[in-house]
């Protein structure tokens, strides 16, 4: 018997990077800084959807607008 698991979907630094809009770069100092958790693949690395789903979750921020 084979129970259903829901599979983690792991991204690419270039998905991650089109999906917020930032440089491959960007994505690559914030898994090397420890702010976005990652699973290294030979020589690239992996990004699980849950993690940036929380990522960008908690980086929302929420504040006074600028005025002139």
């Known amino acids: 018997m084979t129970s259903e698991k829901s599979r983690v979907r792991y ?3 270039a998905e991650v990077a ?3 809009r930032v440089s ?3 994505v690559y100092r914030l898994v090397h800084a420890g702010e976005l958790p990652a699973v290294r693949v030979g020589r690239s690395f992996r990004v699980p959807q849950d993690a940036l789903d929380v990522y960008l979750a908690s980086s929302h921020v929420e504040g006074d607008r600028l005025t002139s």
């Open 24 to 26: 491959k770069m960007t």
């Open 11 to 13: 991204l690419t630094v």
């Open 18 to 20: 089109d999906v917020m």
